[in-house]
T-cell receptor, first 117, second 114 residues
Framework: GAVVSQHPSWVICKSGTSVKIECRSLDFQATTMFWYRQFPKQSLMLMATSNEGSKATYEQGVEKDKFLINHASLTLSTLTVTSAHPEDSSFYIC?????????????FGDGTRLSIL | SQQGEEDPQALSIQEGENATMNCSYKTSINNLQWYRQNSGRGLVHLILIRSNEREKHSGRLRVTLDTSKKSSSLLITASRAADTASYFCATDRPMDTGRRALTFGSGTRLQVQP
């Protein structure tokens, strides 16, 4: 079945560091990928929609300059948390939908746990 | 953004019992989906029910949808310890770009005691 690979799975770094998270669709193409943030024991909140070949669409309240998204190919989207601070510590999850399956389920990566010291 | 509500927030049952989780949403939908999340992991799709369907089965899972009440339920029969996880409902919503994004409910944390 369709697989989405997310890397790294765990990051611990100092405050002020920029962290890049990769999301790859391994056996399908995705013009759209989604980035979510999840705090402990809470639901997933959509941060932004990554569009291949164009600018990402950010949800209200999400800082574009803080969370840089690049979707350079049909199988790769990256999220860079710039100058990360402790309040950015969270679980970040990406998902992708197979081309031509508009009303079909999304496939999720296994998430990246980001801890900023 | 709109967000569905799920109840209960947490549920603890014994192995072999049935578990029922409910979800309510606010807008009209094309479909409603249920996902499972093991602790610290990504989401796994369980089942999708379309707006013109009222009930759907998949193995030990049974999903109902009542569009007039904007609610859905997920029933897991004969639960197992391995069913311990968080369960989320999700609805598709249109975005300004013409694409669609998922809006997740608040989730139910299910604990199945062996």
């Amino acid at each position: 079945g369709a697989v989405v690979s997310q890397h790294p799975s765990w990051v611990i770094c100092k405050s002020g560091t920029s962290v890049k998270i990769e999301c790859r669709s391994l056996d399908f193409q995705a013009t759209t990928m989604f980035w979510y943030r999840q705090f402990p024991k809470q639901s997933l909140m959509l941060m932004a929609t990554s569009n291949e070949g164009s600018k990402a669409t950010y949800e209200q309240g999400v800082e574009k300059d803080k969370f840089l998204i690049n979707h350079a190919s049909l199988t790769l989207s990256t999220l860079t948390v710039t100058s990360a601070h402790p309040e950015d510590s969270s679980f970040y999850i990406c998902s992708a939908r197979d081309l031509g399956t508009r009303h079909q389920p999304q496939h999720f990566g296994d998430g990246t746990r980001l801890s900023i010291l | 953004s709109q967000q569905g509500e799920e109840d209960p927030q947490a549920l603890s049952i014994q192995e072999g019992e049935n578990a029922t989780m409910n979800c309510s949403y606010k807008t009209s939908i094309n479909n409603l989906q249920w996902y499972r999340q093991n602790s610290g992991r990504g989401l796994v799709h369980l089942i999708l029910i379309r707006s013109n369907e009222r009930e759907k089965h998949s193995g030990r899972l049974r999903v109902t949808l009542d569009t007039s009440k904007k609610s859905s339920s997920l029933l897991i029969t004969a639960s197992r310890a391995a069913d311990t996880a968080s369960y989320f409902c999700a609805t598709d919503r249109p975005m300004d770009t013409g694409r669609r994004a998922l809006t997740f409910g608040s989730g139910t944390r299910l604990q199945v005691q062996p």
